[in-house]
């Protein structure tokens, strides 16, 4: 992180350079840098034992809860914020 802070404030060119890394309109280096991100969690999931959990009402409840709240609620709230709070 801090080599690429330095390379940002010291380098000039280092902006237009990752600018140009693109691949059908995707950043080279954010693909990459999720990638580095996610995939330690996604070495961790037990693929194996998703089935059994899967059964489990409890992990559907929270699958849909999740969905509301990021699919209806979090985009009706961030209209809210952008009209100063007029449709509340």
């Known amino acids: 992180m801090a080599i690429g802070i330095l390379l940002g404030n010291f380098v000039d060119e280092t902006g237009p350079a990752l600018q140009k890394g693109k691949f ?8 990459l840098g999720l990638l580095v991100m996610m995939f330690p969690i996604l070495c961790k999931v037990r693929y194996e034992t998703l089935h059994r959990l ?21 985009p009706l709230l961030m209209v809210c914020i952008i009209s100063n709070w007029r449709c509340i």
């Open 24 to 31: 059908v309109g995707v950043s080279i280096p954010i693909a």
């Open 54 to 74: 899967f059964r489990t009402r409890a992990l559907w409840i929270q699958i849909a809860f999740s969905i509301v709240m990021n699919w209806i609620v979090a």
